[in-house]
């Protein structure tokens, strides 16, 4: 099946290896402008240990593998990614710079009154280089997650992007969520050559329709399927419309398109990094491109009915259930807080 990691014969081996900086994040008491905002709670964030946080909750093995600082902030990074069952043993701790923060308002951050106020400069993940992080760790699962924030935190940074996507023998899997964040780039004229570089370079991709549009002016499908003829697993998110799965084996293509489910959302943030984990849960137990689609958005519908990133997911019989349904079924759930409760009733119009 396309995209389908070959399996290890290490019972211990992770799963999944996801690279990628991690910060404490500080979240607003309230909302409202950051000026505004008397207080900010403490939490964490990054799209790529976001990935390994819910793999693990999902009964996977996950890693993480980053740099943070010396410091307390690094602690309290590496203590609640591993809190939820991820191997944090290949994150090194640099004692010259910093582990990044960020503090952003309650808002989604789609809309204009969204703000996002970044501390990560000069921070330790962003020292990551190809000769200064465990490649032997970063090769030792069946799949490996990486994502284009990654690439925007510098040229080193960049340049071990692109010896993980450069093709070797013996090359996990490699997943690669484009995650086109225009300020992380800003001053920067390179970011849409650089992305679609390495996305050309990965097994599986992960690309919003609205972010290629910004990031390539690709606007469809098609277009995204013309720019990116080499992953053999290509999935095009399209919001609320829900997200086509495009595979290629054998000089041949099959496309699948999955309708979103509808959902009462609590806190639109890290529904991304959900699907993304949804996909790839689905990935690792070789299922069919439409419940590797259909689990994406559960386990994206589980972090939107909550106020953080995180979440524990369905468990797995529940959500295979719910996958398996009739397209009309599907069509007729809604979910909202507390659904993912084996006693909660999901609800039918």
Not at 88 to 117: C, L
Not at 265 to 288: C, E, H, K, N, Y
Not at 324 to 339: I, K, S, T, V
Not at 343 to 348: A, C, F, L, P, S
Request: hydrophobic residues 40%.
């Amino acid at each position: 099946m396309p995209g389908t990691p070959a399996r290890t014969d290490a019972a211990t081996a992770p799963d999944v290896v996801c690279l990628g900086e991690s910060m404490v994040t500080f979240l607003p008491s309230r909302p409202g402008r950051l000026a505004d905002v008397p207080s900010f709670g403490r939490g964490i964030g990054g799209a790529e240990s976001n990935v390994a946080c819910a793999l693990a909750a999902a009964g996977h093995r996950a890693a993480w593998v980053s740099r943070v600082g010396a410091d307390g902030f690094g602690d309290h990074l590496v203590d609640t990614v591993a809190g939820y069952g991820v191997d944090t043993s290949a994150v090194e701790r640099d004692p010259a710079r910093p582990t990044g923060i960020y503090f952003r308002t309650a808002t989604d951050r789609a809309t204009d009154v969204h703000e996002v106020a970044y501390y990560r400069a000069g921070s330790a993940a962003s020292a990551m280089s190809p000769d200064n992080v465990p490649r032997a760790a970063l090769s030792a699962g069946r799949i490996l997650h990486l994502s284009g924030i990654t690439a925007a935190l510098s040229d080193s940074c960049l340049d071990l992007l692109r010896a993980l996507t450069a093709p070797r023998p013996g090359r996990p899997l490699v997943s690669f969520d484009v995650n086109h964040r225009p300020g992380l780039w800003r001053g920067h004229t390179r970011s849409p050559g650089v992305l679609l570089e390495l996305a050309r370079r990965a097994d599986l991709v992960f690309v919003g329709e609205d972010e290629a549009e910004e990031a390539w002016g690709l606007h469809g499908t098609a277009a995204l399927c013309a720019a990116l003829p080499e992953p053999s697993v290509l999935v095009v998110k399209h919001g609320a419309e829900g997200a086509t799965v495009v595979s290629r084996a054998d000089g041949g293509e099959t496309v699948t398109h999955v309708p979103a489910l509808r959902v009462d959302v609590v806190a639109p943030v890290g529904a991304g990094d959900a699907f993304a984990a949804g996909f790839l849960s689905a990935t690792l137990r070789g299922l069919p491109d439409r419940e590797r689609a259909r689990h994406g958005h559960l386990m994206a519908a589980a972090v939107l009915t909550v106020p953080g990133d995180l979440t524990d997911p369905p468990a797995r019989h529940r959500a295979d259930r719910l996958a398996a349904l009739d397209d009309a079924a599907w069509g007729r759930l809604r979910l909202g807080p507390g659904w993912t409760g084996d006693d909660q009733e999901v609800r039918t119009p």
